[in-house]
């Protein structure tokens, strides 16, 4: 005990040695900002009463603000684009195999069309491999092949709605992405247990206006860098898939795999394009698009906490509303779009829909009455291809 502490004590001694004997430097408001991520508030580390501390990383020479694997921005940003150069860390394969315990199967969190995903453990501060179910949480995907892979290209996907980038590995010729894990699943794996309709509505207005708000970025974002080279349809034509929707510890809402697809592609496909990914072998749900009418859907399955299956049921949804002096859930679906950038977009929502709770059980028994039956089939029709999805994989549920 005694040698731990006089250890700790020499340690902080020679911390504050460092500190004391370097002059202060005047940092410009650019450098502290490129030095923590413009303020970005996951790198916040305290709070008190005369504001926020956040993390930031300077080199040793000038006190050059540098990125999360210590180098340098200038010598950086003109390969990689600014946004990519501060934030992604370039792991090794060593690395990642550490920390996802030599990707084996009881960290393997699923199996798709474009690479298996295994989750792993890396160090808060260092984002070292750790051991296992301690520090950081993360998801490693393994890509089976690839179109092209520019670092820039991702820039494109920085946005709070859509699962961070943490970092990549080139080990040859195989990609690997590090994503940070999001601890509350995916939308359609709630839905089917039933968690989303035990939510309480301001936990289920958290989850739809983070929804609109990505898939507003994405159409802004695409427009901005519409002269881009990366040819291919609209991300508005694109698929929303309802298991590609996760949420994390707070229930907020980010978009999954629009970066992956356009790695694998080199753009956006069109339909014919895709690799078959059915969440459910055998069985498919109403197929969305990252559209008005996609969210439309998603925002009237979040309230009612129930997959929709066919178009006409949202129509039949807007019509028992209206027929009862309230908004369509179109018109509030619209709003959401409209005041996405709004700082109280979420309470503004919530005051739209507080009395909507107490007709969702008319909802069920009215608006559906007549896919009823469909919907019970389609039910078995999953539970089985559930069964037979894991079976396929080995017993790894995903």
């Given at each position: 005990r005694s040698q731990f502490l006089t250890k700790i004590m020499n340690s902080a001694a020679g911390e504050c040695d460092k500190l004391l004997a370097p002059p202060c430097r005047l940092f410009s408001l650019a450098e502290l900002q490129s030095a923590t991520n413009d303020f970005d508030d996951e790198l916040v580390i305290g709070q008190g009463g005369f504001g926020k501390v956040y993390k930031g990383r300077i080199s040793s020479e000038e006190g050059s603000s540098t990125n999360n694997d210590g180098r340098n921005?200038?010598?950086?940003?003109?390969q990689y684009g600014d946004l990519v150069a501060r934030d992604l860390k370039i792991f090794t394969y060593y690395e990642l195999k550490c920390a996802s315990r030599d990707f084996g199967n009881d960290t393997c969190l699923g199996k798709g069309a474009y690479g298996a995903v295994y989750k792993g453990w890396v160090d808060k501060m260092t984002s070292s491999p750790c051991m296992h179910n301690t520090g950081l949480p993360i998801a490693i995907k393994r890509l089976n092949s690839y179109?092209?892979?520019?670092?820039d290209m991702l820039k494109e996907f920085w946005h709070p709605n859509l699962v961070k980038l943490i970092g990549y590995c080139l080990e040859g010729e195989q990609l690997f992405l590090v994503h940070?894990?999001?601890?509350?699943g995916n939308l359609k794996d709630l839905m089917w247990s039933g968690a989303i309709a035990q939510l309480p509505l301001v936990i289920k207005v958290r989850i739809v206006v983070g929804i609109s708000r990505a898939i507003v970025f994405l159409h802004k974002t695409q427009d901005e860098v519409g002269a881009n080279p990366y040819r291919g349809v609209k991300i508005g034509e694109y698929r929303l898939h309802r298991?590609?929707?996760?949420?994390?510890?707070?229930f907020t809402a980010k978009l999954l795999g629009y970066d992956v697809t356009k790695l694998v592609h080199g753009h956006y496909p069109n339909n014919n394009e895709l690799i078959h990914d059915a969440y459910f072998p055998g069985f498919e749900s109403l197929p969305l698009r990252t559209d008005l009418y996609g969210f439309t859907v998603v925002l009237a399955e979040v309230l009612i906490g129930k997959q929709i299956f066919y178009e006409n049921e949202v129509q039949k949804i807007d019509d028992f509303l209206l027929q009862r002096g309230k908004m369509s859930l179109s018109h509030i679906a619209k709003c959401c779009f409209e005041m996405f950038d709004d700082m109280d977009s979420e309470s503004k929502v919530l005051t739209m829909l507080d009395e909507y709770e107490k007709y969702i059980p008319a909802i069920h028994n009215e608006a559906f009455t007549t896919?009823?039956?469909s919907y019970i089939s389609q039910s078995v029709t999953t539970i089985s291809a559930?069964?037979?999805?894991e079976s396929q994989q080995d017993g790894v549920k995903p």
């Open positions: 921005h200038g010598e950086t940003s003109h179109k092209l892979f520019d670092p940070e894990f999001m601890s509350n298991h590609k929707i996760l949420l994390d510890e707070d896919t009823n039956e559930l069964h037979f999805k």
